[in-house]
């Protein structure tokens, strides 16, 4: 049971946005710590996706975006695409548990 | 480019200790970053085990603190993880990968492909 908290599963169809969230505490993401987003695909290690909350490494397509407020977060997915089918999962830092964190991952299907 | 490639034994017996070495191309491990080791046991999310500095700095997730430890030879730009008295809950696969840290706040910019640990007898 990790502190930060996403849906197990998410679907879309091909052009569609989706959106998945992150939900934390106040000793996480509302402590001001930043989030930070990661894909897996099948079979493959996690890509970092966003860092600090809303900055997309070099060579991530612009369609992924993240946010925050609060003690919640989001990656925003534009334009979906056949290939986004893969596992996502949030990162950010809980000073109760003095531990980087994973939230538990979503899913995403492409319809 | 930043490469990252974890080598060590596919299988360790239970209380044994697992060893695992990461190996770095295309960046120094004494330059800014930390470097770390992160797990993913079967079908089951992510959880981050150490980071450390080549200046000594080290950190433990503290549900494993006990039984790890990480250290950096800059002289073969590889770092390595030590994680003892195993059990059949450590069986996962092992990632290292490069921390990058901005006022205090990890991500993880470069990952290894990974190695799957199982442990048992």
């Known amino acids: 049971q990790s502190v930060l908290t996403q849906p197990p599963s998410m679907s879309g169809a091909p052009g569609q946005r989706v959106t998945i969230s992150c939900t934390g505490n106040r000793s996480n993401i509302g402590a001001g710590y930043d989030v930070h987003w990661y894909q897996q695909l099948p079979g493959t290690a996690p890509k970092l996706l966003i860092y600090?909350?809303?900055n997309r490494p070099s060579g991530v397509p612009d369609r992924f975006s993240g946010s925050k407020s609060g003690t919640s977060a989001s990656l925003a997915i534009t334009g979906l695409q056949a290939g986004d089918e893969a596992d996502y999962y949030c990162?950010?830092?809980?000073?109760?548990?003095?531990?980087?964190?994973f939230g538990g991952g979503t899913k995403l299907t492409v319809l | 480019q930043v490469q990252l490639q974890e080598s060590g034994p596919g299988q360790v017996k239970p209380s044994e200790t697992l060893s695992l070495t990461c190996a770095v191309s295309?960046?120094?491990?004494?330059?800014?970053?930390?470097w770390g080791w992160i797990r993913q046991s079967p079908g089951k999310g992510l959880e981050w085990i150490a980071s450390?500095?080549?200046?000594?700095?080290?950190y433990y997730n503290p549900s494993l603190k006990s039984r790890v430890t990480i250290s950096l030879d800059t002289s073969t730009n590889q770092f390595s993880l030590k994680l003892t008295s195993v059990t059949a809950a450590d069986t996962a696969v092992y990632y290292c990968a490069r921390v990058r840290s901005s006022f205090g706040n990890w991500s993880f910019d470069y990952w290894g492909q990974g190695t799957l640990v199982t442990v048992s007898s």
């Open positions: 990162q950010s830092y809980d000073s109760n548990l003095s531990a980087s964190v």
């Open positions: 295309g960046y120094s491990i004494s330059g800014s970053y930390y």
């Open positions: 600090g909350n809303t």
């Open positions: 450390s500095y080549h200046s000594g700095s080290t």
